[in-house]
């Protein structure tokens, strides 16, 4: 199956600019200290997807946030490359671009926020953002092909205009701690059943050997998650631990994912060293029958050594983002050059 994405080029986004991420593989592995970028990598390529979508624009302003709804204004505007010279306080102007090829209908986008006031009788000024968006089918400035508005308050999202076509390439964002900030939705989880048969199950049960399977099941006129316990009733999903409850949000995301691309953040979150190979050969598999481009960061050697070892042989490369110079630069490693530096000469590739 040909890649969707074979390469991107993040111009300005948040604190990356003119940062290339060139041969992508089915798996892409993202690695790199703290603040070096990676989460950003991920956040960009979500925009990327679905650049039209107002909504996709709120998903990630509030991406790293448990509060979504405070200050979204003042998210989006960090999304952006401010303009030389400004100040906090100023009536701010940012930018944002991006380009891209493969199998996505999309060659790039460019993108200005500009900070817009609404006026509330005698009471002070509201302070909104207006966000415009212009995506291109070829590279020369003679090839845009559709654009939208969005404007963003506190109180309220508004479309100024928008184009037909929104969504591009489906995607999704996972990050760390997802699997407590919000509950697994029933839906997404029996859509990945259905599609994935019996596999989640197995793989759960290989994990914690109590776990029978996964059932949706309504108390109180509430459809949640239970699990089947063999020595006893269904036991609620809020009653599991992290790993439980991260496996089965990896398990319904990749089937919302389908066709398109799936972003995980920390890959080795809340699961034990003991697991991750299991449960990413399992993801592994499940991308490839799904059609879904991976892409992961992660700090953990044993989450890399996880990946090359996963049965179902798909190209694997990494890329390793390092600060330089006041700028983030990225170093590609293919799969061969990958496993020598991690097996051969034992080198810390993180």
Known sequence: MPLHLESVMIGAFRGLADAELAGLGRVNVLVGVNDSGKTSVLEALHLLCSPLEMERWHSVAVARTRHPDRGLPEHLRWLFAHEPGQVLDDRYRGRMAMACSGGIHLRGFKAEI???????????????????VRTAAGTDEH???AQAEFQFWPDQISVASTAD???LLASRLVMPYEHWWREIPVDEFSRARIAQSGDIGALLKSIDP??????????????????RDQAGPPVPLTEFGDGIRRILMLAAVVTSASGGVLLIDEIETAIHVSALARVFGWLVEACVERDVQLFVT???LEAIDAM????RRESTVGFRLERADGR???RRMPEDV????LFERGLDVR
């Not at 500009?114 to 415009?132: D, H, I, S, W």
């Not at 109590?210 to 699990?227: H, K, S, W």
């Not at 990958?338 to 530096?341: A, D, G, K």
């Open 165 to 167: 076509e929104k969504r």
């Open 114 to 132: 500009e900070e817009v006031l609404r006026m509330q009788g005698g009471a002070p000024a509201v302070r909104g953002a207006a966000v415009k």
């Open 210 to 227: 109590r776990i029978a399977g996964i059932e949706v099941l309504t108390t109180r006129g509430t459809p949640d998650l239970y699990a």
């Open 308 to 311: 090359l070892a996963a049965e």
């Open 298 to 300: 992660t700090h953990s």
């Open 143 to 145: 090839s845009l092909q």
């Open 328 to 330: 983030i630069a990225v």
């Open 338 to 341: 990958l496993r020598r530096l």
